[in-house]
T-cell receptor, first 119, second 112 residues
Framework: GAVVSQHPSWVICKSGTSVKIECRSL??????MFWYRQFPKQSLMLMAT?????????EQGVEKDKFLINHASLTLSTLTVTSAHPEDSSFYIC???????????????FGPGTRLLVL | EDQVTQSPEALRLQEGESSSLNCSYT??????LFWYRQDPGKGPEFLFT???AGEEKEKERLKATLTKKESFLHITAPKPEDSATYLC?????????????FGQGTELSVKP
């Protein structure tokens, strides 16, 4: 139980293009999803929190217009990096918490991550 | 300010050499303390949740304990496949949004 998937697992794009990353909870209902960014040899940095059907709450310093988050259903959240630039290259990880199956409501379960490289 | 500090930053062990990782925290009312394992290039894998001082949880060679100021992750007779970065995170009691505060992690290397 508590499986979270991300797609794609890696993506290479040209500077100026937009990239969409999907995060799905496969066997439970994700009432809340989180998006993180991780740089090499560093811990996770929370970018935003999204509740199903509501606007995302962004952390200080994270550009809302650049990192668009949608949480339209209890099993899917998307992160769109708009007009990507090389400095947006990073490892993006989503997590979900919710109910159903064998999950603990307090625990965040993480996806496998998406590596983005902007040329 | 809520804060999580993990030590050591890196730990090298021989196979079979037991040790402990430390996670010290200051938080305004602990709602939960979480341990995760992260392999290179992958997302964190959930290990344990601890809610109150005195609580202990075990899984195979791992045992997590909790006091009012810190948590320990004890690794008994580790194997090379236990090599990974271990992350500790806390959720504050007043945080209804479920946000986690992460430590910097301990990179564990177990040599055969």
């Amino acid at each position: 139980g508590a499986v979270v998937s991300q797609h794609p697992s890696w993506v290479i794009c040209k500077s100026g293009t937009s990239v969409k990353i999907e995060c799905r909870s496969l066997d439970f209902q994700a009432t809340t999803m989180f998006w993180y960014r991780q740089f090499p040899k560093q811990s996770l940095m929370l970018m935003a929190t999204s509740n199903e059907g509501s606007k995302a709450t962004y952390e200080q310093g994270v550009e809302k217009d650049k990192f668009l988050i949608n949480h339209a259903s209890l099993t899917l959240s998307t992160l769109t990096v708009t007009s990507a630039h090389p400095e947006d290259s990073s490892f993006y990880i989503c997590s979900a918490r919710g109910m159903g199956g064998s999950v603990s409501q307090e625990t965040q379960y993480f996806g496998p991550g998406t590596r983005l490289l902007v040329l | 300010e809520d804060q999580v500090t993990q030590s050591p930053e890196a730990l090298r062990l021989q196979e079979g050499e037991s040790s402990s990782l430390n996670c010290s925290y200051t938080v305004s009312g602990l709602r939960g303390l979480f341990w995760y394992r992260q392999d290179p290039g992958k997302g964190p894998e959930f290990l344990f949740t601890l809610y109150s001082a005195g609580e202990e949880k075990e899984k195979e060679r791992l045992k997590a304990t909790l006091t009012k100021k810190e948590s320990f992750l004890h690794i008994t007779a580790p194997k090379p496949e236990d090599s990974a970065t271990y992350l500790c995170a806390v959720q504050a009691g007043d945080n209804q949004g479920g946000k986690l505060i992460f430590g910097q992690g301990t990179e564990l290397s177990v040599k055969p």
